[in-house]
Each structure stands twice: as C-alpha cells, then as structure tokens.
C-alpha cells in the first residue's frame, strides 16, 4: 500500500491545476508528510484574490485526498497554507479528522475550515480551556509538563502511568513529546507496528497500560520538522482518533517548555489537571515556574510538582544531595502547589527505561532496591489524592458521605 510522505503529495498534485493554469505542485514550496496527515504550503506569485486562493485550496484538498482515497492511503487531517512572497499566510485550510469521509464533494458541501487573508498570527494565545473538550470514555486527563527538556518528565510520565495500572486502574498514556519522543524506547514499543483500523489508531497495549507515540507516526530516521498546525493535528489525531475504550486515567507525556506547541497542545484538551517535573537546581525551578504559570493560565489546575533525579543512593547505601535535594519541593511550597514526591537517581531506572521495561521499575530485585518503587508508587497515591481534590473543587465529582 503507498503511503503517506512527500512523493505521495507530490504526485497527488501533478496532474490538478493552480490558478494560473500550471500543475499545482509546481507552486509546492514545502511539504511534510506523516502517517494519515499532512501539511503543505503552496505559493502562487501575483495572486492574492481571495476567491482564488479559495478555489486553489479547495483543489489542493480534493486533489490529494482523492489520491488518498484511491491509493487507500488513511489521511486523516491535511492543513493547505498559501503564502506571499515574504511568507506571510494568506489563505490556510484544514480539514480536520471527521471530514474525510470523501473527498471533492464533501469538501465542497464542508465541515472543514477554509479561512482567507489570515495574518500569519501566532498559533497559541493563552486563553482558559473553556471550549475544549474531553475524550468519550477517559475520565481523568493529566498532562505531564516540564519547563525544559531532559529532567525526566518522559520518565515520570510512563512511571506514573505504569503505577496507576499497578493499582487497578485502567490508564492509558499518550506521548505528545514531538522533540523527542521516548515511548517506543521506553516501552520497548520497537517490535511494535502502529495498527489504524477504521480510521482510529490502536493503542499499544504494554506494562499494564494502552499507550499511543507520536514516534510511531514519523520516521525515526528522517528528522521532520514540525510546525505548529501540524503538531497540533498530531496531537488531536493522537488523543482523539485512538481507541482508548474505557479509562480511569490518561497521561499525557507533553513537549517540554512553554512555547507555543506545548500551550497549544494543553489548551486542546479538557485537562483534570497538570503535572510538573523538575530538578532540584536553581535554573531548573524557574523553568518549572513559568510552566506551573503557563497551566495556570490555561485554568488548568496544578495537581503537583515531581522532583526528579532528587539525590543518589551510592553503593556505599548513602544519600548524594548531587543536584540539591528538596530544590524543587521548596519551590512547589513557595507557588502553594502540592508536592507528589521525589524521585531518586537511579542506575536500575535508566537501564529499565532503556531496555523498555518499566513494569521492572516495581519490583525491588530489579529495581536496584525498595527505594524506586516506594518512590514511584508514593507518587501515584499522592496524584490519585490531588486529582480527586481537584475533581471536588472543579465540580466534576461530588463528595461521598458514609452513615454508619
Ligand atoms: P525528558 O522527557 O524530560 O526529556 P527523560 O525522561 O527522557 O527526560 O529522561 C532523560 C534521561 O534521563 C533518560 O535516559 C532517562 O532514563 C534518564 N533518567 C530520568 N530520570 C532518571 C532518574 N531518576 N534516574 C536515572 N536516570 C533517569
């Protein structure tokens, strides 16, 4: 079957015409393509009338969905950009996942969002959830932020995932993390092919949980770069179009920082609330700060703060304060935010998370001793705690009262 990437859009637009009469890929500045959806940006020097633009997106749709639809290639979201000579978008279109039933006549008939002369504005404007919407069937959805890349909030996330599932609950966890995902090594998914039945992607079922990478959508080899409509579309696709079935909890392993994709990503979605992973050290925290403030923003509630990679246990059995320990505690204290607990640094979780067995994380012969366990099992007692606070506080569960 052929598939989705660059040739696939460019043969798709070969034979269609642009508004000047030339084969559109002739305009085709940039493209980039991934499992079931696609974004291209197309520039036709000297048009800018905005009913041309129009039809010239309404062609580049039908001409590459009908290409899809004949190759039987699943394409779930494709986002069309025309751009001036500076760059600047003046027509951008995207059809999102539900409209791709088929092709030309339903894209004419739309359900898909054709906007012309739109400023090149910026994607993400910090704004409440309000309009977002929740998952049918998932409960609980936690997204796992951190200020900066590499201070283990990929590790917390599948950790934390893992020890849920360990207590009974269904979860299920969802890799976000477009920079660099770490699911399939962490699951130890790289066996695993990604399986799209009926348009919705099945879940991996690994440790206990069901879980989704955006890493099994690209090609690991083939560096992508991702621009914001199109992160957000993997990110929509990914947590909308995967058949979680029934969940307790779902995990959502973020980007790190606070820029755009990230704040776009945990604005799309009704969140039960937030996580924050952090190191001890100074220049840590303040990243963690502007993350805690960018949820808050957002209306969406900090459940609490992780300290990650706290100390070392040496093999003497002593505790190394290496980075600070108690950094990222006192700084959750100083923001008023609940503290789920540390997480030592730990040989055994970086050789489980290497060789993709996190469920090894909880027994103590393989976990380099009780300490890991304890530690990772603490933090999910304290985050049932804190969601089921925060569940009270937003309404959304009521409290029990028992007679006895
Ligand atoms: P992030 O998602 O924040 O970029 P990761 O979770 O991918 O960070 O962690 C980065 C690296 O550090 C990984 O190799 C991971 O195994 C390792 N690591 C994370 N936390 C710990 C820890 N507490 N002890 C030992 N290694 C850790």
Same mark, same amino acid.
């Given at each position: 079957?052929a598939?989705?990437?660059?040739?696939?859009?460019?043969?798709?637009l070969?034979?269609?015409?642009?508004p000047?009469?030339?084969?559109?890929?002739?305009?085709?500045?940039w493209?980039?393509?991934c499992?079931?959806f696609?974004?291209?940006?197309?520039?036709?020097p000297?048009?800018?009338?905005?009913?041309?633009?129009?039809a010239a997106?309404?062609?580049t749709?039908?001409?590459?969905?009908?290409a899809a639809?004949e190759?039987?290639v699943?394409?779930?979201?494709?986002i069309v950009e025309?751009?001036d000579?500076?760059g600047s978008v003046l027509h951008?279109?995207?059809t999102?996942?539900?409209?791709?039933?088929?092709q030309n006549a339903?894209?004419?008939s739309?359900g898909?969002a054709?906007t012309?002369?739109?400023p090149?504005?910026?994607?993400a404007?910090?704004?409440?959830q309000d309009?977002a919407g929740?998952?049918?069937g998932v409960?609980?959805?936690?997204?796992?932020?951190?200020?900066k890349g590499?201070?283990?909030?990929?590790? /917390?996330? =599948?950790?934390?995932? #893992?020890?849920?599932?360990?207590?009974g609950?269904?979860?299920g966890?969802? *890799?976000? &993390? $477009?920079?660099?995902?770490?699911?399939?090594?962490?699951?130890?998914?790289?066996?695993?092919?990604?399986?799209?039945?009926e348009?919705?992607?099945?879940?991996?079922?690994?440790?206990?949980?069901?879980?989704?990478t955006?890493?099994?959508?690209?090609d690991?080899e083939k560096?992508l770069?991702?621009?914001?409509?199109?992160?957000?579309?993997a990110?929509?696709?990914?947590?909308?179009q995967t058949?979680?079935?029934?969940?307790?909890?779902?995990?959502i392993?973020?980007?790190?920082?606070?820029?755009?994709?990230?704040?776009t990503?945990?604005q799309s979605?009704q969140l039960?609330g937030a996580?924050i992973?952090?190191t001890?050290?100074?220049v840590?925290q303040?990243d963690?700060v502007?993350?805690?403030?960018m949820f808050q923003?957002?209306? /969406?509630? =900090?459940?609490?703060? #992780?300290e990650n990679?706290?100390?070392f246990?040496?093999?003497d059995?002593? *505790?190394? &304060? $290496?980075?600070?320990r108690?950094?990222?505690?006192?700084m959750?204290?100083?923001l008023?935010l609940p503290?789920?607990?540390a997480?030592?640094?730990?040989m055994?979780l970086?050789e489980?998370s290497?060789?993709?067995?996190?469920?090894?994380?909880f027994?103590?012969q393989s976990a380099?001793g009780?300490?890991?366990?304890?530690?990772?099992e603490?933090?999910?007692?304290n985050l049932?705690?804190?969601?089921?606070?925060?569940?009270l506080?937003?309404?959304r569960t009521?409290?029990?009262l028992t007679?006895?």
């Amino acid at each position: 079957m052929a598939s989705l990437n660059k040739d696939f859009i460019k043969a798709a637009l070969s034979t269609a015409e642009g508004p000047t009469g030339d084969p559109l890929v002739r305009n085709l500045e940039w493209t980039a393509a991934c499992e079931t959806f696609a974004s291209v940006k197309l520039h036709f020097p000297g048009v800018t009338e905005a009913d041309t633009l129009d039809a010239a997106a309404r062609r580049t749709h039908g001409a590459i969905r009908a290409a899809a639809g004949e190759q039987g290639v699943v394409l779930t979201s494709l986002i069309v950009e025309i751009v001036d000579e500076a760059g600047s978008v003046l027509h951008t279109s995207n059809t999102g996942p539900k409209t791709n039933e088929d092709q030309n006549a339903k894209l004419q008939s739309s359900g898909e969002a054709h906007t012309a002369k739109q400023p090149s504005a910026p994607l993400a404007q910090p704004k409440p959830q309000d309009g977002a919407g929740g998952i049918p069937g998932v409960d609980k959805i936690i997204a796992v932020g951190a200020g900066k890349g590499g201070v283990g909030k990929s590790t /917390v996330s =599948v950790n934390l995932a #893992v020890a849920l599932a360990r207590k009974g609950h269904a979860v299920g966890l969802m *890799d976000g &993390d $477009i920079y660099g995902p770490s699911l399939p090594t962490m699951l130890g998914l790289g066996a695993h092919e990604m399986i799209v039945r009926e348009r919705m992607i099945e879940p991996f079922h690994v440790h206990g949980i069901k879980a989704v990478t955006i890493g099994k959508m690209v090609d690991p080899e083939k560096p992508l770069i991702w621009r914001g409509p199109m992160a957000h579309g993997a990110f929509k696709q990914l947590s909308e179009q995967t058949s979680w079935g029934e969940l307790d909890y779902l995990i959502i392993d973020l980007p790190p920082g606070t820029g755009d994709i990230p704040l776009t990503m945990a604005q799309s979605l009704q969140l039960s609330g937030a996580v924050i992973v952090c190191t001890p050290q100074k220049v840590a925290q303040d990243d963690a700060v502007r993350a805690a403030r960018m949820f808050q923003q957002l209306g /969406v509630d =900090v459940l609490g703060v #992780v300290e990650n990679m706290s100390y070392f246990i040496g093999d003497d059995g002593k *505790d190394y &304060d $290496i980075f600070g320990r108690g950094g990222a505690e006192r700084m959750a204290q100083r923001l008023g935010l609940p503290f789920l607990g540390a997480v030592p640094i730990n040989m055994a979780l970086r050789e489980n998370s290497d060789s993709g067995n996190a469920s090894a994380n909880f027994e103590p012969q393989s976990a380099g001793g009780e300490t890991l366990p304890r530690a990772l099992e603490l933090l999910a007692s304290n985050l049932e705690s804190q969601t089921a606070l925060a569940g009270l506080k937003q309404g959304r569960t009521k409290p029990k009262l028992t007679i006895s």
